[in-house]
């Protein structure tokens, strides 16, 4: 199954939180974001296919 993820690339812009809060949060003391639960219904896929078109140096990648 398909996961979203987020590389060491992240700059900690909090554009991904934004667009899904439910699936991304920040990770304040490591200055990187992170997944907090991967979307189950069509609605979250698209909502963290938003996330992953605003992260501006392309660190969410949606994988196998
Ligand atoms: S949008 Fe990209 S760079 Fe910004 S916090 Fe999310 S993963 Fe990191």
Known sequence: MKKFQ???QCIACNACVQEAEE???M???QGVA???RQPET???IERCQ???AACP???ITFNS
Do not use: G, P, Q, R
């Open 6 to 8: 987020i590389d060491d």
């Open 23 to 25: 699936h991304f949060k």
């Open 27 to 29: 990770n304040d003391d």
């Open 34 to 36: 992170f997944i907090i």
């Open 42 to 44: 069509v609605t979250e």
């Open 50 to 52: 938003l996330a992953m």
């Open 57 to 59: 140096v392309e660190s």
